[in-house]
């Protein structure tokens, strides 16, 4: 039986993943899940085979999923029921991308083109290193995080849970950033960001409403 991929989302980010996967070459076919369905029939020539709360029909041995959501708990929310459903959950690495030896890197996590992980850095489940990214040597990625194109986080740099850093953003080594915790796009972090704090700027300072 061929070996199979279950996208969970087609959107925008379900467009790179699938394009991730496909040039992976690790699966026979690659289908969407998505509920717009059946009024969205295919995205990419991909296929969209069913709404998220159908998808138990296809779990078997064969079978693997991947959650392409941006939001970090809808992310996880469909990620964790995908396991209930039935589906081993696996990991998409675009070719192009740059992935240490010592790295380390979680289930329903992807990482896409011209992103670079150095030497033991560790990327936890379900996070989203995306385009040209940069993740250098001993960084600590936790859970549901979206790390967004073009972002750098120097050495040792410690990231929490449900963090969203925006693109072209800059952490310096060592520096801790909080769970759930917010950097504004093109910002640069000096100095550690609380949890659930918003950032933005260069220097990067809490955002103010």
């Not at 296809?58 to 809808?74: C, K, M, P, T, Y």
């Not at 670079?116 to 489940?125: F, K, L, T, W």
């Amino acid at each position: 039986m061929s070996k199979r991929l279950f996208i969970l989302g087609a959107g925008g980010h379900g467009k790179v993943v699938a394009d991730a996967a496909q040039c992976q070459g690790n699966w026979d076919e690659i289908f969407f899940i998505d509920d717009r369905y059946p009024s969205l029939a295919s995205v990419m020539g991909v296929e969209v085979m069913a709404q998220t709360a159908n998808i138990k029909q296809f779990a078997n041995d064969h079978s693997e999923a991947i959650v392409a959501i941006g939001d970090n708990e809808i992310r996880q929310r469909l990620q964790e029921y995908a396991i209930t459903q039935g589906f081993s959950i696996t990991t998409v690495i675009h070719p192009r991308a740059v992935i240490a030896q010592s790295a380390k890197i979680g289930k329903g996590s992807v990482v896409f083109a011209n992103a670079v992980v150095n030497s033991d850095a560790i990327i936890g489940q379900g996070v989203i290193i995306n385009t040209g990214a940069i993740i250098e040597h001993d960084c600590d990625i936790n859970d549901w995080t979206h790390i967004c194109p073009k972002v750098g986080c120097a050495g040792g740099a410690q990231i929490g849970s449900h963090v969203w850093i925006g693109i072209g953003a800059n952490v310096i080594q060592n520096v801790k950033i909080g769970n759930y915790a917010r950097v504004g796009a093109g910002s640069v972090v000096l100095k550690e960001v609380n949890q659930h704090q918003q950032v933005v700027g260069v220097p990067a300072k809490e955002r103010v409403s």
